[in-house]
């Protein structure tokens, strides 16, 4: 691939050193430009905010960049920035080039950092995909994302047209005012999940870092963080994730084997108080990154077995085992969710201790039973 036909390299660069910016390979518009193979993870920028009636998030990019390239370099890795992305003549030509950019980059198994832009530009990860069956995890504070130009949100689309599609919904973060009934009632029936603030706010972040782990592409909207945290966010709110909690969840997001993509949008720099939310987002990326250096493919389908324990538990209502598996070197856990009618689609998902503690009081995890019920 010809990677300046898709791109047109970043205008910032620091090259302080030991700082970010120093210590990453950046796309220079030569031609035969090439990725180096020891890359460990790739940056493409997507200044494109026609979806918001230009409100200004085409800015923010190149905002992010100039905080994250201040930041220190962190763990040893190659991370190249390409640059950012030629947007098209309407909206789906934009999705386009980010489906074309986000596949060559999944066949080499490199995962892409997408900054900038308005949410539905993750809309050409999930083309990508290229109708696998995946995982789309959104942090944002409602359920139906909210459309203000005159385009149908394809995001909305994947979420809520009840034709068969090959993806599974996440939401992490929703805010109850924000989300009618009936739309918990659409991801209640088609078995995805939501998370609630609240239930967030109440020390459950360990029930997040499954999700996060078994979740291909996880997007972003800086809408899902308090205002006092993210002043420019596009649409802000008094309350929401705090600045610690993102960077959190980015950092689990680095960590999965399974995440090829992480998206952060929905910044209007023009807004920004003393470039606070340029700055956590740029942090949040950071934290990302760094997951992704320390990556090791701790999956029980594809991982050595030699740091595996397997736990078999009787359950009396279902009349057949349930099955754990824990990793004695990294302490996390998954669990094993048959399929009725074809032993190969068992599905292996992620889970928390808590889960193997309950199984073991006869208790069936919820993660578990809305598995079996959508594979089922």
């Known amino acids: 691939m010809n990677w300046n036909d898709y791109l047109i390299p970043a205008s910032i660069n620091f090259a302080k050193k030991d700082n970010f910016g ?52 962190g763990a040893h890795g190659t991370v190249v920035d390409l640059g950012n992305l030629r ?42 995909m290229e109708n ?33 599609c090959p993806v599974h919904i996440c939401n992490i973060g ?24 609240g239930e967030i706010r109440e020390g459950r972040m360990s029930w997040i870092e499954p999700v996060v782990r078994d979740s291909d592409i996880l997007a972003i909207s800086m809408n899902a963080i308090k205002y006092s945290d993210a002043p420019a ?10 600045g610690e909690e993102i960077c959190q969840i980015a950092f689990y997001a680095g960590l999965s084997y399974k995440t090829c993509s992480l998206g952060i949008f929905d910044i ?3 807004n920004d108080l003393q470039n606070i939310t340029a700055k ?8 990302f990154i760094e997951g992704v250096k320390m990556r090791n493919t701790d999956n029980p389908e594809s991982a050595n077995m030699l740091n595996f324990k397997k736990y078999l538990i009787y359950f009396d209502q279902l009349h057949h085992d349930l099955c754990f598996f824990k990793n004695t070197r990294t302490e996390r856990w998954w669990m094993e969710v048959p399929s009725i009618t074809d032993e190969k689609n068992n599905l292996i998902i992620s889970c928390t201790a808590d889960d193997y503690s309950k199984a ?8 578990w039973w809305k598995t079996y019920q959508r594979i089922n």
């Open 22 to 73: 120093s210590a990453i390979v950046i796309n220079d518009g030569e031609p035969g430009f090439k990725i180096p193979e020891a890359t460990k993870l790739a940056i493409i920028g997507v200044p494109e905010d026609r979806f918001s009636d230009g409100a200004g998030e085409i800015k923010s990019p190149e905002a992010i960049r100039k905080q994250l390239y201040e930041l220190s370099a």
């Open 87 to 128: 947007t098209g003549k309407t909206l789906h030509d934009t999705y386009y080039c980010m489906k074309e950019l986000i596949s060559e980059l999944y066949r080499q198994n490199i995962p892409t950092l997408v900054i900038g832009g308005t949410i539905d530009v993750c809309y050409g990860n999930c083309l990508a």
């Open 132 to 164: 696998r069956k995946f995982v789309l995890t959104t942090v944002s504070p409602r359920l139906r994302l909210p459309v203000i130009g005159n385009e149908k949100q394809p995001l909305n689309a994947l979420a809520f047209d009840k034709s068969e």
């Open 174 to 197: 929703y805010q109850s005012y924000y989300v009618s009934q009936h739309e918990l009632d659409y991801f209640r029936d088609r078995y995805f999940e939501a998370y609630r603030l």
């Open 233 to 242: 966010a596009a649409n802000p709110s008094p309350n929401g994730l705090t």
């Open 268 to 270: 209007i720099p023009q």
């Open 280 to 287: 956590l987002a740029s942090q949040l990326a950071w934290y």
């Open 360 to 367: 073991t009081e006869q208790e069936i995890p919820d993660r």
